[in-house]
């Protein structure tokens, strides 16, 4: 009887298993947590290290070694290959949507909406003018395109054997480091589990269970079942052969998250796997070193899931999906690919004018979950690839007529039996909009003082003082008196539990806190601020935009915050408001401005036929005798807060983005020492960043936030 030896286990299952004990510890144990996190990198960072240096070499190495007549032959059948597998993908991944319920959807709540893209520039982006900074940078389609033109330089020179063998032996050398590397795997990944299963945080997947479950079923049906079928009856590889070459790359990139750095890992197995069936086939073992490095920066493999999150983002915001706008996204969606998918998905999303709230929830579901299928399902592709071309440079071809009856059976009846299981799964789930609670649930997040609340103001005589500082007032009172507006989003609002909340509602209790006063808040309206500041009933107001307007009525603090111009709209009509051009050119258009953001020459000048409405609040917008309006113009902020109470709206921010208009608090107009308390008071906190917090709090709707 032999005793068990760790060192006889595959290196695969002790990674499976290390993973698993991690996140099984990781949920309970908490303490040793920087420390972990520290080794989790470490072993990210040791694997990254060698992976750019192999991609490099691989390719000159693989490429210059290669005749031109070859190269040529090659080319034409990697790129015939590439197109067949890339539509294989895209039947499944443009058929997922069908499994969506028939759920009453809405935008997340998110500052995010009035993110610009940026601008994506394949030029560049392939094209390195420095290639040492490239590869500093790690830009990753740069490097292959480098390092390809080497291959290709050095394809007609005579005399390159011993460069060859330079490069050849720099190359084993970093695979022999990337093998030294994944001993320490299983350690590697363990702390990885450690640290997801420490972080995560179930919440953050609300919503996103539909984008999740599709994906871990496509990943599935393509990785373990499509591909390796595929080979198995077009290739003299058995499917056994094809999993068990590519299940150590596979679990380490789910595990890692990563796909770049088990490059050196695939290159290794598949050029094995290859050599043991074409042992005689003159260049087929350099298939491998050329193809897997270049298949990084193709869109090919895991990146084509995130077309599946822009169909997943435009089905959650009520977007209609149309067969051109499927035909647009495969058309425009591909080519942005070549970059990063975190990069691209910006771009992606305007394809179907999905506000870039939903952005923020692309990377929640990457970082936890999805980005380790898309590497797991890049493994797969990266593996099927290389020896699909060298069964094809080998001339071995051939048809299994029983494992293609087999798998004509076995891959639809999956592929239906899977879809209809989301279906069916994902209907039964009790679905209900928490927009509207999670935004009216909240609280103050810092200390605050005794409040009193008036639903009007008061017209005593003694009220007024308007020879007297607001200082010296306040410090006589005893309170500062606050005047607030209605339907004032996300700024000031009474929660579900009637008390008055928001981002300037809790700035003016900072206030009276260094003030050591207690604070009195007035509901007003905008034409009552004016003649209330200037008798000295109030001392301040809630803000308002910064705009002409508002500063010849009052003396403005200097700018706390800032809002982007915005357009509310039904989601259906999303489309017609995402160009300023296209808005002001239509006569046939009626806009709603709220009175604090009416800028009256502005808006004469810009909108004309009378198509720009001034409303005295935003609530009646979404009032059924208002319903003439088509859309309303508002700051972005308070946009997005009034979606999440009518979550059949959206907020679109047209293109070219206009400037942003600061938010300032209105106060007495002869008042200069408060004007100049206020302005250094203001700076302050901008500097300690308690602003900040509570704008990221309040604005961007981040619970995560202390004190």
Known sequence: MTLFKLSNVPTSTRIIVAMFLGLIIGSFSVPLYSTVNHLANAFVMLLQMTALPYIALSLMVGIGGLSASKAKSALKVTLILVILLIALMLCFILMAPLSFPNWQ????????????????????????????????????PAVVFFSVFIGVGLMPIKNKRQTLAVLSNLRQSVSNISHLVMRLAPIGVFCIGWRAAATLDASQLDGLMIYVASALVLTALLAFVVFPALLATVTPFGYRAILKASREAMITAFATGSFFVVIPIIVEKTKQLISSQYPDTDNVDKVSDVIVPISYSLPVGGKLLSLLFVLFAAWFSGAYISFEDYVKLVVMGIPQLFGTSTLAMQNLLEIFNVSHSMFDFFLVAENLVVGRLSALLSVTFACCLPILVATSMAKSFTLKKKALLKYLLIIPALSVISFISLKHAFSSISYQYEGY???????????????????????????????????????????????????????????????????????MHQLALDLNVDIEFVKIFHNQAKTLLTSGYLDITTGVPVIPDNMTKYTLTMPYSSQSLA????????????????????????????????????????????????????????????????????????????????????????????????????????DHSFELFMRNWITMKQQSKTIDKLFDYWIRGDKSITP
Do not use: C
Not at 112 to 136: D, G, R
Not at 445 to 474: C, G
């Open 437 to 507: 609670t999670k935004f009216i649930e909240r609280d103050f997040l810092m200390e605050s003082v005794n409040t009193t609340l008036l639903d009007k103001a008061q017209t005593i005589n003694q009220n007024m003082q308007p020879n007297v500082s607001v200082l010296n007032r306040i410090k006589e009172r005893g309170y500062l008196r606050v005047g607030y507006f209605r339907d004032d989003l996300p700024y000031s609002f009474h929660n579900d539990k009637g008390k008055l909340v928001g981002f300037d509602i809790e700035i």
């Open 105 to 140: 959807t809405a935008e997340f709540y998110s500052a995010n909406t009035v993110k610009v893209s940026q601008e994506f520039n394949i030029i560049e982006l392939f094209i390195p003018s420095n290639p040492f900074n490239a590869f500093a940078n790690a830009l990753i």
């Open 567 to 670: 357009i509310i709209v039904k989601d259906k009509r999303r489309a017609e408001f995402t160009k300023w051009d296209n808005i002001l050119q239509r006569d046939d258009l009626i806009l709603g401005i709220p009175e604090s953001f009416y800028y009256e020459k502005a808006i004469a000048r810009t909108f004309t036929h009378g198509k720009a409405w001034e409303i005295s609040t935003p609530r009646l917008f979404f009032k059924p005798e208002y319903s003439h309006i088509d859309a309303m113009l508002f700051g972005a902020a308070a946009s997005s807060a009034w979606t999440m109470l009518n979550p059949s709206y959206t907020v679109v921010v047209p293109k070219p983005e206009l400037s942003p208009l600061f938010m300032a608090f209105p106060i007495n107009k002869n």
